[in-house]
Every structure is written in structure tokens, then in C-alpha cells.
């Protein structure tokens, strides 16, 4: 069976196409500026087009959002192309994790429905590198120990940028040395090596609070600058909350 998830973040729309429980083709649309269900219309079918999607081929759309304003403008284009309503998966959505909050995000909850699925039997913590930076930790048995959200390194380097008259914009990457002689040099390990020690510092309070040493996952837009630099981290996934939206619409 042929899905599409959707999950509509601050800053990307991320779609993946599931074969059963894989995931063969992902690609990223901008969320910015919104867009009308014409314009979403088209420009998914441009990239169905380039990415060989036959929209009679798909039985299911699951999507999972954080911009509702854009929720109810995505369902609209799904049911144009594929003469299908969406599946919209949230908190609310029975899985096998205990949200607990009524506040939580759907990313936030489909990252840890991914994590409980795919890595059992041990508590995680789920990194997500995106708008915002979020530590969140599951236990063995799917009970949502906590949640920290932090500003995202994007965000926070845009917000440097714009408020600084001489600072320009930088290629986030890490740095020859920690370090620099140069601007460009010392905003890059600022941005790399202070939030690695964020992230570091999360990992390990975390562990001390649940008193264990818990498998990390990482996931988000810039997750593989920082994998690289860290033996705390011990998976990257890039596709990690689509699977979880996968796993919470799956069965509906």
C-alpha cells in the first residue's frame, strides 16, 4: 500500500512516500510564504511529476501539522489530486506513547511514536533540529517523560544576523578550528560548537534526571552538522517524524 505523509512545520512542509513501512522518496517544500490550495495544487503536482508519484497510486494521505492555518489549505489540494480527505494525525491520536500534555505538538508527539516503534525494549531521547530545538524523552514503555524546547539554530543565527549592523550571513558548518580570526569563522563555531554544547548538556541532564543512559535520535533540518561532532548522538534520521505521522495514521 502506497502512502503520502505530510508533516507542515514553521519553516517546511516535508513530504514522504511510504511503500508499506518505507519510506523510497521524500522531498521539502518552503512553508513561507503561505500558500493557497491553487498554488499547493500545482506545485505538488510539478513534483509528483518529477518524483514519477501517480496519484492513483496512493491510497491513503496522512498529514500531520503545526500550522493549522495551513492544515485545512493542504487538505484541500490533497483532495483535488487524489479525490481522497486527508488523515489528520495529532496528540490527540491513539498510539502507543502516553502524550500526557494536552499542549504537545504533533511533531514533538510523532517523534516519540517514531522513537517507541522503531527503537523498543530502552528509554530515547528524540533531538529535533528545527524552527525550535527540542530534547524530548520516552520510556521503555511509552510513557512521555518530558519535553525541553530551545530556540532553533537557524532561527537564532537569523536573528543574530538581523539585529547586528556588521555580522553578515554565514554557511552554517563547522569551523576549521574552534577558535577564529575571521567573522565568518567565529560565527560559525559560535552557532556550531555552543549548541553542541546545548545539546550536550541536554543529553546528559536528561540522563541524570531519568537515571539511564538513553539511545538518541536525532532528526531535523541541520542534524547532520552536529551528529558528526558528538559520540552522544547515535542515530541521524532526517525522515524520523514523518515515520512517526506514518505510524500514528497508519492504521486509521
Not at 514519477?52 to 500550522?67: A, D, L, N, R
Not at 549592523?165 to 574552534?178: D, H, M, T
Request: hydrophobic fraction near 40%.
Amino acid at each position: 500500500m502506497n502512502s503520502i505523509v505530510i508533516n507542515v512545520g514553521n519553516s517546511n512542509v516535508r513530504f514522504g512516500l511510504f511503500d508499506d513501512d518505507n519510506c523510497d522518496i521524500s522531498w521539502v517544500i518552503n512553508t513561507k510564504p503561505y500558500k493557497t490550495a491553487d498554488e499547493l495544487y500545482v506545485q505538488m503536482l510539478m513534483l509528483y511529476q518529477t518524483y514519477k508519484v501517480e496519484p492513483q497510486q496512493i491510497s491513503k494521505v496522512i498529514i500531520g501539522s503545526v500550522v493549522p492555518q495551513l492544515t485545512k489549505v493542504m487538505s484541500s489540494a490533497i483532495k483535488k489530486i487524489h479525490g481522497i480527505l486527508p488523515v489528520i494525525v495529532d496528540r490527540n491520536t491513539q498510539s502507543g506513547v502516553q502524550a500526557k500534555s494536552k499542549q504537545m505538538g504533533t511533531d514533538i508527539y510523532a517523534n516519540l511514536v517514531a522513537a517507541h516503534n522503531l527503537y523498543p525494549d530502552r528509554k530515547k531521547i528524540i533531538l529535533d533540529f528545527g524552527t525550535a530545538l527540542t530534547a524530548s524523552c520516552v520510556a521503555e514503555t511509552g510513557e512521555t517523560l518530558g519535553v525541553i524546547i530551545a530556540p532553533g539554530i537557524v532561527t537564532s543565527l537569523n536573528s543574530l544576523i538581523s539585529q547586528t549592523a556588521q555580522l553578515p550571513e554565514i554557511e552554517l558548518k563547522k569551523p576549521k578550528s574552534v577558535l577564529g580570526l575571521d567573522t565568518v569563522t567565529c560565527m560559525q563555531s559560535g552557532m556550531v560548537y555552543g549548541f553542541l554544547g546545548m545539546v550536550e548538556g541536554f543529553i546528559d541532564r536528561i540522563n541524570d534526571e531519568v537515571q539511564d543512559d538513553c539511545f538518541v535520535v536525532a532528526t531535523g533540518g541541520v542534524s547532520h552538522i552536529y551528529k558528526p561532532l558528538t559520540e552522544k548522538i547515535h542515530v541521524m534520521d532526517r525522515l524520523h517524524t514523518l515515520k512517526g505521522l506514518y505510524f500514528l495514521g497508519k492504521g486509521l
